[in-house]
T-cell receptor, first 111, second 115 residues
Framework: EAQVTQNPRYLITVTGKKLTVTCSQN?????MSWYRQDPGLGLRQIYY???????DKGDVPEGYKVSRKEKRNFPLILESPSPNQTSLYFC??????????FGQGTRLTVV | DQQVKQNSPSLSVQEGRISILNCDYT??????FLWYKKYPAEGPTFLIS?????DKNEDGRFTVFLNKSAKHLSLHIVPSQPGDSAVYFC??????????????FGTGTRLQVTL
């Protein structure tokens, strides 16, 4: 089954404690991206990657890091999480020029 | 600066009637538009798209209309069904090749289809 898998689905952490949200896709897609969804703001892109070792900033990259060492994986790293990063996060993948497939989301709370 | 706007946060429609969801954009560089549907506790799922070279695209009960001069698009669902109750996001992208990968989303419209 074609899918984008994110882990964990829910996470509560404390300010400053580094965390990683994993994302994996099994569709051999070149393009992967991370979004955050906040009330009244829709989904905003954090980072994207056009292929292995190629990443670039989206609209709201501050406080986040990503890496793309393998085609199927695109982890999102918060080196020092802060409460304003409390949000619902989605990973997505697509073929270049194709519609994005989204994961089920990770609800992150930073206290 | 919201480049893609969905001005109606919510919409209620009776089953069997037409649902019309609207979306406006400000960036004239956008050349590809998509609609996504999102149920609670799930990720958005792709519904339908349209390239800027067209003014209409139809897929079953779903039709998207694009008015480039007005920078406006709309999604029509006919007939509406209870299972269509969800949040609908309009998204836009640009890139010359029509890539749908780097998306700018609207804030969403919650559609409720009542019996």
């Amino acid at each position: 089954e074609a899918q984008v898998t994110q882990n964990p689905r829910y996470l509560i952490t404390v300010t400053g404690k580094k965390l990683t949200v994993t994302c994996s896709q099994n569709m051999n897609h070149e393009y992967m991206s991370w979004y955050r969804q906040d009330p009244g703001l829709g989904l905003r892109q954090i980072y994207y990657s056009m292929n292995v070792e190629v990443t670039d900033k989206g609209d709201v990259p501050e406080g986040y890091k990503v890496s793309r060492k393998e085609k199927r994986n695109f982890p999102l790293i918060l080196e020092s999480p802060s409460p304003n990063q409390t949000s619902l996060y989605f990973c997505a993948s697509s073929l270049l020029g194709g519609a994005s497939f989204f994961g089920q989301g990770t609800r992150l709370t930073v206290v | 600066d919201q480049q893609v706007k969905q001005n109606s946060p919510s919409l209620s429609v009776q089953e069997g009637r037409i649902s019309i969801l609207n979306c406006d954009y400000t960036n004239s560089m956008f050349d590809y538009f998509l609609w996504y549907k999102k149920y609670p506790a799930e990720g958005p799922t792709f519904l339908i798209s349209i390239s800027s070279i067209k003014d209409k695209n139809e897929d079953g009960r779903f039709t998207v209309f694009l008015n480039k001069s007005a920078k406006h698009l709309s999604l029509h669902i006919v007939p509406s069904q209870p299972g269509d109750s969800a949040v609908y996001f309009c998204a836009a992208s640009w890139g010359g090749s029509g890539t749908a990968s780097k998306l700018t989303f609207g804030t969403g419209t919650r559609l409720q289809v009542t019996l």
